[in-house]
């Protein structure tokens, strides 16, 4: 399960990332989003220019997922606890963390087929399952939170094979807190983000 993780987590955030850059996505239904950060991110991850596709994931990143929210969430145990100056090193940070960290294992999925295989309404958001099938892999199954919103709908979260990447990420970030302190999960995520 782990290798799953490893090998496709990163991928497949990436590929929710590589959206709208160059393409508007049609973020206004479950579907429109879901099929645009696809096609925008397959089309992105194929670039031969690593800084450019980094820039692109890093505004599609912000246009089409709810960052600010996603952060707050990894870190609710802590945040009464940390200064204003901590959590704007940590909000400052996040967002390269994750898109270096991604980045770098994207190009093994450009080949990747993935398919809608439902929409379920959840609230005033949906969950988004669909199905993404490497060649020579077994197909892995994703599914995608969206939240609605002002603007459209955002990904709040994503579960690849069974495997819920915020609750993931949260367990991780509260590891390094515990032992280490909150400026070292900081200082983690500015060395990963350089």
């Known amino acids: 399960m782990k290798s799953i993780l490893k090998n496709f987590t990163i991928p497949a955030i990436f590929v929710s990332m590589a959206a709208p850059v160059v393409a508007a996505i049609d973020s206004q239904t479950p579907s429109g989003l879901i099929n645009g950060l696809i096609d925008e991110g397959l089309t992105i991850a194929k670039s031969n220019d690593q800084s ?76 988004v399952l669909s199905q993404v099938t490497k060649t020579g892999a077994q197909p892995v199954n994703v599914i995608w939170t969206l939240d609605k919103t002002a603007d459209g709908y955002k990904v709040s979260n994503m579960t690849v094979a069974g495997i819920n990447l915020l609750i993931t990420q949260r367990a991780d970030f509260d590891s390094v807190v515990e032992h280490k302190g909150f400026d070292a999960l900081v200082a983690m995520l500015q060395a990963r983000a350089e």
């Not at 940590?90 to 294992?105: H, V």
Request: proline share 4%; aromatic share 10%.
């Open 52 to 127: 450019h596709a980094r820039q692109k994931f890093r505004t599609l990143l912000g246009q089409y997922f709810e960052v600010d929210q996603i952060g707050d969430s990894l870190i609710r145990r802590w945040k009464p606890q940390i200064t204003s100056e901590q959590l704007a090193a940590y909000q400052k940070a996040l967002p390269n963390f994750i898109i270096n960290t991604y980045a770098n294992r994207i190009s093994d999925y450009t080949s990747a087929k993935v398919k809608i295989i439902r929409i379920i309404p959840a609230g005033d958001g949906a969950a």
